[in-house]
């Protein structure tokens, strides 16, 4: 699904993914449209705009990805600003993608985001790493009673690991010679077993217990 207030630009994005053979499911040009037509829809993958009427772009993801995790978001915005692309990332969003990217790199991007990986434009993408890594420093409150952490498998571990090095799932397959469904079904057990919702959550999760240092 797009998500664009520019008719124009929507419209573009739109026919170069269904050109690709990908299934462009809906469109929506604000916010609020955004919200009821995703629901409705429900997209694999959503092509979001921040700068949107009636609702901003962070407020929408926010909302889709709380009402289905399994939803992917990858932001195409005009702006490199680090607050928006840190924004982006805290309200859900798994990558982000400036305007100034090629076709091929739009339609590379979309592909990565549908299984799972963490997508940025070069040089974003350290951004996002050092504030996993600010926010993994600071105190977590702990709950009284807090029940014990899950057992992940030796393998999890090393996936999970590996996720917060920033390493790609194609680039962990590639590394522990497995399949990338694989990579993925790890990756799927471990959120479940964390009750975490998404790869942002997971790297935090990660980094918080040292396992990006080991």
Known sequence: MVVDDHPMWRDAVARDLAEAGLDVVATAGDGEQAVRRAKAASPDVLVLDLNLPAKPGVQVCKELVGA?????????????????????????????????????????????????????????????????????????????????????????????????????YKQIAERLVISHRTVQNHVQNTLGKLQLHNRVELVRYAIERGLDEE
Do not use: I
Request: cysteine-free; hydrophobic content about 40%.
């Open 68 to 168: 289905d995790p399994k939803l992917r978001v990858l932001v195409l915005s005009a702006s490199g600003e680090h607050a928006d692309v840190l924004e982006a990332v805290k309200s859900g969003a798994t990558g982000y993608l400036l305007k100034s990217a090629s076709t091929e790199e739009l339609l590379d991007a979309v592909r990565r985001t549908a299984v799972g990986d963490a997508v940025f434009t070069p040089g974003l993408a350290g951004l996002v790493l050092g504030e996993y890594r600010r926010l993994a420093s600071e105190p977590v409150p702990t709950e009284p009673d807090e029940p014990k952490a899950p057992q992940l498998t030796e393998r999890e571990t090393e996936v999970l690991r590996l996720v917060a090095k920033g390493l790609s």
